[in-house]
């Protein structure tokens, strides 16, 4: 018997897949190249939208996130000097919750061992073949053996660098693609996040985030410019440049410092292909597009991505019914585009384009105060930030 689905990636868009299948009584191989510890401990983003926890909730894998999640009803836009609280809660009825991506990960994993599950981390040389015909496989090379295995359907859920959408022909896909002059640095930090809740900061030195990971672990984020190299930052510079750029005009420190345990860097780019499906290979997540983290909606994305493929393979896999697979990729793409114009919205309003002029300037600056100011301006941010609803 063949198996039904073939998934390659266990990132968050893999590893749901697989569950929301098994779930549905279908049974799928997930393939990963990176081992179990690489994938576990990873750090990536940090918040969800109120529907993807929702969807944690409902299919059985969020009761760790519920007791360690930090459940979030607003934010801050700071600039001039001066906070400002976008009250989420109050405009939206919704909340956010911060709770690591790679928890997420963690928890997706120990639920697909404890039913068995196929979940071959480590694997090498994965390729895809007959991706047009009704019999795709998949090869690649497990513990030095060459392995082919044989499916329905294909999930590409390997990330912005995986092989899958590179796998399909020239001239199919259509991808549209924004590289911004400025990348983030960020670190984890020993320290107790010194507000409850996200600062994004605009400052003249350039963008500032404190998010944070628990109530002992900070999550610090500082514009930097992309071809910058880690080594060009002590943790002196780092910890100067969040004082700098978080400071308040009544002199408020809003930065606690503490042993910095994780640092890195992260270009920022917007990234979409269309559509997302070659013949039965299906995109989902960061395989298929990516976006600036600014507006957290990366991981966001994949899930509600893997929301609407799940449902479309199971009425697939049920009675061979193709009328939501069709359909997958525009629906995907409907809201994928709304995160798009969200994010670039988000980070174009935040950060330090060099070169920008006075008018550039003065104009980022009268957005941010109509966002604040105003009911409508704030609303615009809120709906999109905490997830704009399923149809
Ligand atoms: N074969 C098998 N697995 C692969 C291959 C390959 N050739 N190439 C990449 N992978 C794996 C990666 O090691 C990773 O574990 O695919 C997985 C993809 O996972 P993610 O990159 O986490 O992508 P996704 O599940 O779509 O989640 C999107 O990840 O990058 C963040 O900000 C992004 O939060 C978003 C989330
Ligand atoms: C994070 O916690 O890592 C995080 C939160 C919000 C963002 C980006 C990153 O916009």
Redesign the pocket.
């Known amino acids: 018997m063949r198996t039904q689905v073939g998934i ?7 590893l749901l897949l697989a569950h929301l299948l098994h779930l549905a009584g279908i049974e799928s191989v997930v ?4 081992s179990r510890a690489h ?1 576990e401990e990873r750090i ?2 940090g918040l969800m939208e109120q529907g993807t926890v929702d969807i944690l909730t409902e299919s059985g894998l969020a009761g760790r996130l519920h007791r360690e999640g930090l459940a979030h009803e607003g934010l801050e836009l700071r600039f001039d000097g001066t906070g400002h609280r976008i009250d989420l809660k109050a405009l939206t009825g919704k909340q956010v919750t911060i709770y690591g ?1 790679q928890e997420v990960v963690k928890d997706l994993i120990a639920a697909r061992l404890a039913y068995g599950g196929a979940l071959h981390f480590d ?1 090498e040389d ?1 390729a895809l073949h007959g991706l047009e015909t009704d019999r795709p496989r998949i090869t690649y090379d497990e513990a030095g053996e060459a392995r082919l295995l044989d499916f329905y359907i294909i999930a590409g ?7 899958c959408r590179p796998a399909i022909p020239a001239g199919v896909l259509t991808a549209y693609d924004r590289v911004y002059p400025f990348a983030w640095l960020g670190i984890l930090a020993a320290a107790p996040p010194a507000s409850h809740e996200l600062i994004y900061a605009r400052h003249e030195r350039g963008f500032a985030l404190a998010t944070m990971r628990s109530p002992k672990l900070s999550r610090l984020y500082v514009q930097c410019a992309p071809e910058e190299s880690i080594d060009d930052w002590s943790d002196d510079r780092i910890w100067a440049e969040l004082h700098a750029r978080l400071a308040r005009q009544d002199g408020a420190d809003q930065v606690n410092e503490g042993p910095i345990l994780q640092k890195g860097i992260t270009a920022m780019r917007s990234y979409v292909v269309e559509p997302m499906r070659y013949g039965r290979l299906f995109l ?4 298929a597009h ?1 976006v600036p ?1 600014t507006g957290a909606k ?2 966001n994305l ?1 899930i509600a991505d893997i929301r609407v493929l799940a449902r479309a393979l199971e009425v697939f896999c049920r009675d061979g019914g193709t009328a939501l697979l069709d359909g997958y990729s525009a629906k995907a793409l409907a809201r994928v585009w709304k995160a798009q114009r969200f994010s670039w919205w988000m980070t174009s309003m935040l950060h330090r384009f060099d070169g920008g002029d006075a008018f550039e300037h003065k104009v980022q600056v009268a957005e941010l105060d109509y966002v604040c100011r105003s009911r409508a301006g704030a609303l615009t941010l809120a709906e999109n930030y905490v997830g704009l609803p399923f149809d």
């Open positions: 390659v990636g266990a990132g968050p868009a893999g393939l990963e190249a990176k994938v990536r983003a991506q694997v994965v859920c390997d990330g912005f660098l995986g092989i989902a997540g960061d395989a990516i983290p990366g991981m994949a």
